[in-house]
């Protein structure tokens, strides 16, 4: 029984390239979180997919992010032209529905050069 | 705008020393308090799910309480192994939120 996965584990890249991060949620989970971790920093809620749909968007910054989940195949975190300060620790979780607890995966450590 | 404060910032016990994390929330409606542990380099690990005042859950050396205001995570007699950072999460009522506002954490260290 297969938790949620996450990988990259580690992504390394530098300014102005792009990253993709990778969540597959648990079997037979069809909501998808995104948290960031800063360094020094609690977890931050980021966005909140369902197939194919965003939900809740609100976390996300507005301009380089973007998030898909789509039918077939893991959510997808991509950040554009990255930047020093996108440094972090991404956090993906999933559910089973919106009043269930939220499964998280190990994350992906980003590192920025 | 909800907000989550855990206290002490870190703790330090003897083994078999019980004690007791604290969780103060603000939220427009709660949903649900939760309780995570997160050990180094790894995700937050699912403890407890908290949806209304007086309710408890229990699982093995840890208990948690809630009231109207705060939620207390009580430890047991702790073990090394329960050598963690807990982290405590609240989820608003309101229709199409679903995000979890996170505190800060309390890091728990347990000497044998």
């Known amino acids: 029984n297969a938790g949620v996965m996450q990988n990259p584990r580690h992504l390394v890249r530098r300014r102005g390239q792009e990253a993709r991060l990778r969540c597959s949620p648990m079997k037979g989970h069809s909501h998808v979180y995104w948290y960031r971790q800063l360094p020094e920093e609690g977890l931050k809620f980021m966005v909140y997919?369902?197939?194919?749909?965003?939900?809740?968007e609100s976390g996300m910054p507005k301009e380089r992010f973007s998030a898909e989940f789509p039918k077939e195949g893991p959510s997808i975190l991509r950040i554009q032209q990255v930047v020093r300060g996108d440094s972090a620790a991404y956090f993906c979780?999933?559910?089973?529905?919106?009043?269930?607890?939220?499964?998280f995966g190990d994350g992906t450590r980003l590192s920025i050069l | 705008e909800d907000q989550v404060t855990q206290s002490p910032e870190a703790l330090r016990l003897q083994e078999g020393e019980s004690s007791s994390l604290n969780c103060s929330y603000t939220v427009s409606g709660l949903r649900g308090l939760f309780w995570y542990r997160q050990d180094p380099g790894k995700g937050p690990e699912f403890l407890f799910t908290?949806?209304?005042a007086g309710e408890e859950k229990e699982k093995e050396r840890l208990k948690a309480t809630l009231t109207k205001k705060e939620s207390f995570l009580h430890i047991t007699a702790p073990k090394p192994e329960d050598s963690a950072t807990y982290l405590c999460a609240v989820q608003a009522m309101d229709t199409g939120r679903r995000a979890l506002t996170f505190g800060s954490g309390t890091r728990l260290q347990v000497q044998p």
């Open positions: 979780a999933s559910s089973t529905g919106v009043d269930q607890p939220q499964h």
């Open positions: 908290l949806y209304s």
């Open positions: 997919l369902q197939k194919e749909n965003i939900i809740d």
